[in-house]
């Protein structure tokens, strides 16, 4: 029988309220039948009594239809009056859980959004908030059960190897961590190699509607988000991940192996345009640019990959300011015909995620030819 919510918690509040008494066989059909009543107390913890039966405890006694409907269903059922303790209720919110610690004009301030990667939590801590974000990092550990580190964001994604330096505020103090994400697992080192939770959609999107058989070439493939899926999802892929940081191809490695895919994904350290012009020219079926700070330097290179018959490439790159999706299109048209190739047709378009004030990150799936 599934769990009906009996817990064990630190010093709760006592309250008498009636109750439903069953034995544990009748339980989860006791509950469900009381819920649809609108009966159950669910501020208060199920208990069991001295002779074992189930107490569920209720906001108020059954009416005289109630009660017959509920002994109909259940012939062993008692109705009792019992002493439950009353549920510790977890703060949802750091506003709720800081509201007596801080002003109101530092409660509007606190992040609204941030990512967890495993077990480590990134947020973004606004200058008011600086003398005080030891308290807000502990507060995100009270909200988020799960996470054991919190870091701040110490500047911008930057460099050749798309770093990002952090400050570490509470909890463990370290930088890697094991991440999960739609069957697959990562071992993640935030602060070695690019990563973001937040384009886990893409991850699986892409890994769907790869076809057996296909030759992928990664070419910014970090610790593998997608080279790692697609070769999941399908047993008779090549992936070529192509990532100019060691650093990440040495956490792709790993990943590979973590999820028994080793035999199908092949990690490559080095410039894109390099390794593509030495060693994977002409031999993708697809073709992967999740670079949108520079993918349109690289467009060009991408073409290279592609087999000659044709192929598919998914385009990542930024939107800014007065420009739309069909501009990001255009350009990518553009870039295709001056490579000597041509956009036969888009089959998805889309933005993904907001990056930053009057800034977007959208994918374009282009087949080419």
Do not use: W
């Amino acid at each position: 029988m599934p769990s009906i919510g009996l817990k064990k918690l630190a010093n709760p509040m006592p309250t008498e309220a009636p109750c439903l008494k069953v034995p544990k066989t009748d339980g989860e059909k006791t509950l469900t039948l009381a819920n649809k009543l609108g009966l159950t107390d669910k501020t208060l913890i199920i208990q069991k009594d001295p002779t074992g039966l189930l107490c569920i405890p209720l906001t108020r006694k059954p009416e005289e239809k109630e009660s017959a409907l509920l002994k109909t269903q259940i012939p062993q059922l008692q109705l009792a009056t019992q002493v439950f303790p009353e549920k510790i209720q977890q703060p949802k919110t750091l506003a709720e859980v800081l509201q007596n610690q801080l002003p109101p004009n530092l409660l509007e301030a606190l992040p609204r959004a941030l990512d967890i990667v495993g077990d480590i939590a990134i947020i973004e801590i606004p200058p008011e908030l600086q003398t005080h974000k030891n308290l807000v990092g502990k507060a995100i550990l009270k909200t988020h059960r799960s996470v054991r580190t919190v870091l701040a964001k110490a500047g911008a994604v930057s460099g050749t190897y798309r770093l990002r330096e952090f400050d570490f505020i509470v909890g463990e103090n370290k930088t890697t961590t094991l991440y999960k994400e739609h069957g697959c697992s990562y071992y993640v080192d935030v602060a070695k190699a690019y990563f973001s939770p937040r384009l886990s959609h893409e991850h699986n999107r892409v890994a769907s509607v790869v076809q057996n058989g296909e030759t992928v070439v990664d070419l910014f493939a970090g610790v593998g988000p997608f080279a790692v899926p697609i070769a999941k999802k399908h047993p008779d892929v090549k992936v070529y991940g192509v990532d100019i940081n060691p650093d990440a191809v040495a956490l792709l490695e790993k990943n590979a192996r973590l999820n028994r895919v080793e035999n199908r994904v092949y990690p490559i350290v080095g410039d894109a345009r390099q390794i593509v012009n030495e060693k994977l020219r002409g031999i993708a079926d697809r073709v992967i640019m999740n670079l949108p700070e520079t993918a349109n330097e690289f467009i060009d290179t991408a073409c290279k990959a592609v087999k000659p018959k044709g192929g598919t490439v998914h385009f990542y790159g930024f939107i800014r300011l007065d420009e739309t999706l069909e501009d990001m299109k255009q350009h990518f048209a553009e870039a295709v015909e001056k490579a000597g190739m041509k956009v036969e047709s888009v089959s998805y378009a889309k933005t993904v995620r907001e990056t930053a004030p009057h800034e977007c990150q959208a994918v374009v799936d282009a087949q080419i030819r």
